[in-house]
T-cell receptor, first 116, second 114 residues
Framework: GDSVTQMEGPVTLSEEAFLTINCTYT??????LFWYVQYPGEGLQLLLK?????DKGSNKGFEATYRKETTSFHLEKGSVQVSDSAVYFC???????????????FGTGTQLKVEL | DADVTQTPRNRITKTGKRIMLECSQT?????MYWYRQDPGLGLRLIYY???????NKGEISDGYSVSRQAQAKFSLSLESAIPNQTALYFC?????????????FGPGTRLTVL
């Protein structure tokens, strides 16, 4: 079945450092790929998405490129802030639900801590 | 106002009690989902509904039931709560007619079963 693997955390960075959170996936067909973010005490928010190979999703300074050849969707940000501290989830969406709907498969999440 | 709301936000209950978690949405989406989040396991799908008359089990439906009262309301029930149902529960909605069937999540309900 479909699966998503992302790097374990916590990842601890100093403010203004460069961020990479690795995400690789296994899927049949052509999934859409997502990054969700969960700030402390809050729900999941959609951060960015990409729907086909070579698409780049971007939002709030974060970006990720859908790489079909390496089955990856790594999250990057050039200069992190303390306010970026959160748990980041990589996910893929592909057909897999009864009735023809897309099933969303999540990675286990990566906690990011940004310090001054 | 939030597009997807969940009540209660926090709940502590005892083993054997019946609990209902509620989800409401103003996004006008037909599809609604219930997930649970456990540390180190990501999110797992409990139940989903594509319209008011459609209910389907997800990967971990045992011990849970749902009710889709209206397009905008989707409730999750634990008939007899047990401690390993302690988790963070999320409701989500989506609309496949708007492209990629992207799911949008509520703020979550933290449930503790003693």
């Amino acid at each position: 079945g479909d699966s998503v693997t992302q790097m374990e955390g916590p990842v601890t960075l100093s403010e203004e450092a460069f961020l990479t959170i690795n995400c690789t996936y296994t899927a049949t067909g052509y999934p859409s790929l997502f990054w969700y973010v969960q700030y402390p005490g809050e729900g999941l928010q959609l951060l960015l998405k990409a729907t086909k190979a070579d698409d780049k999703g971007s939002n709030k300074g974060f970006e990720a490129t859908y790489r079909k050849e390496t089955t990856s969707f790594h999250l990057e940000k050039g200069s992190v802030q303390v306010s970026d501290s959160a748990v980041y989830f990589c996910a893929l969406s592909a057909l897999g639900l009864t009735g023809g709907g897309n099933k969303l498969t999540f990675g286990t999440g990566t906690q990011l801590k940004v310090e001054l | 106002d939030a597009d997807v709301t969940q009540t209660p936000r926090n709940r502590i209950t005892k083993t054997g009690k019946r609990i209902m978690l509620e989800c409401s949405q103003t996004k006008g989406h037909d599809r609604m989902y219930w997930y649970r989040q456990d540390p180190g396991l990501g999110l797992r799908l409990i139940y989903y509904s594509f319209d008011v008359k459609d209910i389907n089990k997800g990967e971990i439906s045992d011990g849970y039931s749902v009710s889709r009262q209206a397009q905008a309301k989707f409730s999750l029930s634990l008939e007899s709560a047990i401690p390993n149902q302690t988790a963070l529960y999320f409701c989500a909605t989506s609309d496949p007619q708007r492209g990629t069937d992207t799911q949008y999540f509520g703020p979550g309900t933290r449930l503790t079963v003693l």
